[in-house]
């Protein structure tokens, strides 16, 4: 199974998109006229939030494609998708904090919706690894493991919906039909800064499928070459460790 | 709240693009960690591949 076609395009791609959004937010992009230049972490907080929270939809389907197959790649697919999404939500938690103490003169807003629900889902995902570290048996924490993120995953979108139906008290609705009418110059940066996000997220998801699975090939190999005793017998690990 | 003077959202602006570009830094260096390690894996494969030569490379020149 090779994980890693198309690696290099990908990589290129993802960079050159990164460059050019972050080139747009600074050199054609407009200052907001309510918040001024700080409203340029928009750019980079939002792209991070919509594309975290995907990779958590699609760590979830890709857990309903392992329990109903088996496969074990898919397994493996789920789980790197769930981590990445994981650090990226890591980076908005953190940027949004940023955010939220220059605009509003607070790190945290515990009354604001949006922002509670994001660290709800947050700290639902940063229960995933200590679950799959919990299990020895490879097969039961795969089994388990998908369970979870299938009814997490499931999770994601309905807390979406039910943030929008809230009333919103300080954070802005980006895409929305009725607000978020943003500027043509602005909508185009914001849609280049999200395009180059997903293309990084698969990057990276590409580039630890390709690791993780080349880990798992090798110490495969060696043990048919070399005989299990050669070996260390495995150590419990929330990574799957199987193909 | 009124918006914040250049200078001052300056540093706000900065330290958000920097918390993104540490993250992506941090992860790539942890998968160049990993990547030495395979590495390092695939030569002690060979090495294991080339004593298992050694080992039949006499009894082919025997036969």
Request: charged share 15%.
């Amino acid at each position: 199974m090779t994980f890693g076609r198309g690696l290099r395009a990908l990589s290129i791609a993802s960079a050159m998109l990164i460059i050019g959004a972050f080139a747009l937010v600074f050199f054609y992009a407009p200052n907001d006229a309510d918040q001024g230049f700080i409203q340029k972490i928009f750019y980079v907080h939002v792209p991070m939030a919509i594309v975290a929270l995907c990779g958590f939809v699609a760590g979830g389907i890709y857990a309903i494609r392992h329990l109903r197959s088996g496969d074990r790649a898919d397994d493996l697919r789920s789980y790197v998708a769930i981590h990445i999404s994981l650090v990226l939500a890591v980076g908005v938690l953190i940027t949004g904090s940023i955010w939220a103490r220059a605009a509003w003169g607070h790190w945290w807003v515990w009354d604001e919706p949006t922002l509670v629900s994001f660290l709800i889902v947050f700290l639902l995902y940063a229960c995933y690894q200590p679950l799959r570290f919990s299990i020895e048996d490879p097969e039961r924490q795969a089994r388990y493991a998908s369970v979870f993120a299938i009814v997490a995953g499931a999770f994601v979108p309905l807390n979406f919906m039910a943030v929008r139906m809230a009333e919103s008290l300080a954070h802005p609705r980006v895409l929305s039909t009725t607000g978020g009418a943003m500027p043509g110059d602005m909508r185009l940066t914001f849609f280049v800064a999200l395009v180059g996000m997903a293309c990084l997220f698969v990057t990276l998801w590409k580039y630890e499928l390709a690791s993780k699975s080349a880990s798992i090939q090798l110490r495969s190999l060696k043990r048919r070459l070399a005989g299990d005793h050669a070996l260390a017998p495995l150590s419990r690990s929330a990574a799957p460790q199987e193909l | 709240m009124p918006a914040l003077p250049l200078d001052d959202a300056g540093p706000y602006v900065a330290a958000a693009y920097l918390v993104f570009f540490a993250l992506i830094l941090v992860y790539v260096s942890i998968m160049a960690t990993k990547l030495g390690r395979i590495e390092r894996e695939i030569g002690e494969l060979s090495e294991l591949v080339e004593e298992r030569q050694s080992e039949h490379a006499p009894e082919e020149e025997r036969v």
